[in-house]
């Protein structure tokens, strides 16, 4: 309760000293800003301001080190480099002014004191196209109302809630601004309110059908939302409009990747390369395309490319270990080392490097090193994604409520017929890729990826206006018609034809779909559905020890993932009791020491018939996204049931939580 008004004090210190600036005093805020400093030391704006106060007294070097100061602490801030700039035109460098000047624009295009300084600093030494470029921002910024242009460098230096407070009331006023429609649209793709994004571009390219980088955000939404067919004939638009624009060619592949074209896709970001060798995203992006194709060295060559084009390129060092199966060396170790250790990098690069030493070092044997690399990482992603018990418990608590027999009796046999799609669900790390590559294997059975189909639907159900304290669904299907229910199971086939190639089955490897099991039923009623098991030890530490690219956000935490796999296995308890005989239960380690006999009950389980390639699994060539890519295409060892043992003694804690 005492810190509210020491947060309002030093508000309203910030805000004095900007008026001090404002009004031409630098010598009062100088004084002022030193003064607040000594109580915030590592705030943003108080060090911003002392390096403009400093400056205007005269003392540009002074200022750099303040600078600097600010960088190690906020490396993103653009306006610490636009101030970088300004100090080095005062003090006759304008190479280094230059350089400062680009750093912010690059960061923040809102920023016309930059583009103004640029126009004056590439016409002086003689850059004429390039100072028409600067100039040509200068314009377009003051083409627009002050509002967006102030509400968009708030949300490219990180203010992203004061930005959409501005956006929004700009709008109240203004009505439909495209320029404003679109920032509104990004603030929400950054918030991740997915569905609020959509809508608005699609009506901003309603009103401008020619504003192409709003379509190429539309196209990322798209993507984001798993609507790839959409995406992709979306990222076409781009493409006859503007063929060589970098940003759609770079959409367009993402689009292809998304349906499974890592060839079109992989040639695509080869010119990108060729054409901007440093692009450290580029490498990833075609590193992970043949890492997924089992190209495994090409996909290491590209790897540490991107590592070599970025200095402390965390995801670079983290797709290797990702890998499973690549082993550091001294020298990678030692460079992680020191890059983990560099206070200025950014906290995504952090968790990465962290979760990639701990894979080094349990590879090496050094458990109790690994474990604080595991630790740690996890501690630092679970800051960024502020995971919640909450609704894993409402959910099971709601599905169970609803999913009677007698409520799955007066439905039976309402969905579609079709045997086609065979669910492979459960939790993460618990077999279900290893289980799809045995499948995957037989003639008749294609594998897709993990599809989104299910969860999309559930989030149509939940409605745009969703109360997570009382949600629509599961609730919303008992209103449904047998008409309706047919349909879901229709449009679910229609919309996933798009990952096929023309096999009698195909697999849906969505480990979250254990939660909609209901829905399933309801709406495909002969469906297959596996259910993939692995010890609760050994699954939830896997987990831990796994940084996924999106979502699985229960992992970051031993209590969290304990928590979730009771959940879990409440739920599949009573979805066996009402669905008896529906579900398989197949349980990894049972795989793992009878190969052959778990082949023929998966086999039979789905109406297969035997066919010896299912056992040769791992000669199988087909694309595989998940982190168990390269384990999948390798003979099944034992060696990895009871890895989690090295660990034990830092795991008394998730033993606890298991069996409460």
Known sequence: MQAQPEVSSVEADVIHIRSLLQSKRPDLSLMAAKSLLDRVPENRDVLYMLAVSQRYVGLPRDALATLAR??????????????????????????????????????????????RALVALFRSAGRKEEAEMAAGHVAKLASLPPEIVTARSMFADGEVHEAERVIRAFLKTHGNHVEAMRLLAQIGIKLEILDDAELLLESLLILAPDY??????????????????????ESKILLQADPDDRDYRAVHATALLSLADYEGAITIYRALVEETPHAADVHLSIAHA??????????????????????????????????????????????????????????????????????????????????????????????????RQDPIDRNVTLQRALFTPEFLAARKN????????????????????????????????????????ISRMVQQFQGRDHNEQAPRYPGVLADLTPEQVRGLGEKYLADTQVYRSGKKYFIDKNPNNFRHIGLIHLILPNARIIDARREPMACCFSNFKQLFATGQEFTYGLDDIAHYYRRYVELMDHWQA??????????HEDVVEDIEGAVR??????????EPRCLEFYKTERSVRTASSEQVRQPIFKDGLDQWRHFEAWLGPLKDALTL
């Not at 006759?92 to 004191?113: K, T």
């Not at 709003?214 to 959409?230: F, G, I, N």
């Open 70 to 115: 600010l960088q190690a602490i906020h490396p993103t801030y653009s306006r610490l480099f636009q101030e970088r700039g300004h100090c080095c035109v005062a003090l006759g460098e304008p190479s280094h002014a230059v350089e400062a000047f680009l750093h912010a624009v690059n960061i923040n295009a809102a920023l016309p004191g930059s583009w």
């Open 414 to 453: 309402w969905g579609c017929p079709s045997t086609e799609p065979i669910f492979i669900l459960g939790l993460p790390r618990a077999g279900s890729t290893l289980l799809e590559q045995i499948l995957a294997s037989h003639s008749e059975v294609e594998g897709t990826m993990e599809l989104a189909d």
């Open 290 to 387: 043949l890492k997924t194709l089992g190209r495994q060295a090409e996909a290491v060559t590209a790897y540490h490319a991107a590592a070599q084009a970025r200095p402390h390129y965390g995801d670079a060092y983290w797709s290797l270990a990702n890998l499973k199966t690549y082993r550091f060396t001294d020298d990678e170790i030692e460079s992680m080392r020191r890059s983990e250790a560099t206070p200025q990098i950014a906290l995504e690069d952090r968790y990465h490097l962290c979760f990639a030493l701990g894979k080094a070092m349990e590879d090496r044997g050094d458990y109790a090193q690994s474990f604080a690399f595991y630790e740690r990482g996890n501690s630092l992603k679970k800051s960024e994604v502020q995971y």
């Open 601 to 610: 009950r998966l086999l039979d389980f789905c109406g297969l018939d035997f």
């Open 212 to 233: 192409h980088r709003a379509r190429c955000d539309y196209v990322r939404v798209l993507l984001q939302r798993h609507q790839h067919a959409k995406a992709l004939e």
């Open 578 to 587: 009402v669905l008896p005989g529906k579900i398989l239960c197949v349980q």
